[in-house]
Each structure stands twice: as C-alpha cells, then as structure tokens.
C-alpha cells in the first residue's frame, strides 16, 4: 500500500511539474508574441545641420535633428515627447532627460510662487498668466503609426562658447536630452524612451555613455 501511495505521489508530482512547464511556455508565447506586436519607438538620423566652428572656438549649432521611429507592427498611442539641452562641463556627471525635468520643475515653482502682500487682483492675473502658460508648454498628444517617422529637433540656434586653452575636464560639454512616453493600443502599459547625445568636440553629436534607454 505505501508502495502504491508513493508511485501515486510521484505521478502527481510529475503531472504538477509538467502543467506548470507548460504553462510557462504558454506564458513566454504570449509575451514574445505582445513583444513582437507591440510599438518600438527610438531615435535615429541624428545629424547636425549648419553646425560649424567659429574662428574663436566656439560651436554654433544650425538645428540639430534627429527622428523617432516606429519599428514595431502597431501604433504608438498618447505619445508625448519632451526635449531639452544642457551645458555642463565634462567633469560634471552625464545628465538624463530626469536630472533636466527636475530643474525645470525647480525653475518653474519658483516661478509660480506668487510675491507675499501682492494684492488679490494681481495675484489673481499672475494666476490666470500661469494657467495660460501651462497650456502653452504642455506636450501634445500623438500617434505614431507602424514604419512611421516624426522629426524633433533637439536644439535650435545655440552657440556654445569655448575656450581653446581649457583642460578636457573643463571644457563645456553641450547634451541634447529627450524622453518620448507612449502606449499600445490597449493602453495597458505606458513604455517610455529616452536617449543622451553629446558633443564635446568638433561638430559632431554622439551617444552619451547612459541616458539611452527603451522599454
């Protein structure tokens, strides 16, 4: 009999282990498969464009551009896309698109912060201005299609001064930062891009060491 219970034990066993592989399997299917279907938003075509030296060292920058594609096989869905650049010198810590939100948030607080004592019909248009403003700065909403494109320019019509005797660890590094967050059509997960590109010399733009991200 405690033969029989064993050999009855160990079947059970063996069925539970095999319903649960295959479970996984079924699990890891249906995951490739969302993976496979979902939307893959990145950046490509990054180029400076009228970017030169000037005579004294300095970088001006024409636009830089770059674009977002879509590779996966469904639409990007509610895709805001926010943009930013930063001065820092190279011994500074390579910012993200974060570190750049978290200072325009500082900025903006102080900013809003209406003056002790101002009387209640100016403070009442300060926060009537700042409502307004809002609504300028927000990022729209978009969709981007499967194997479509859209164009961001990242800069615009900087000059960046520099000083051709500075060390490497104080010369001026320009970043270019941007986050792009979105979702499939089921609006079920929100997956978020972001990328870091850098110039340090000549004219050209490059990937930073982090910052470049997809999920």
Known sequence: ??????????????????????????????????????????????????????????????????????TGKTPAVDMIISLDYMSLRASEPVPTYEDSRKQAKAARMRMDAVPFRTRPEFADEIRKTQLAWEKVITPSSEVLAPNASRPVTIISGLKQGRNRMSSIADRNVVYGLGEATYYDTSRAIQHKTTFCVLNLFGIEFQYCSIGNEMN
């Open 1 to 70: 009999m405690a033969d029989q219970v064993s050999k009855l034990q160990a079947s059970v066993n063996e069925t539970h282990a095999l319903a649960t592989a295959a479970q996984r399997a079924v699990d890891t299917n249906i995951r490739l498969a969302v993976e496979d279907r979902r939307p893959w938003v990145g950046l490509q075509s990054l180029q400076c464009k009228g970017c030169r030296l000037e005579p004294d060292g300095s970088l001006s920058i024409g636009i830089l551009a770059a674009e977002l594609v879509n």
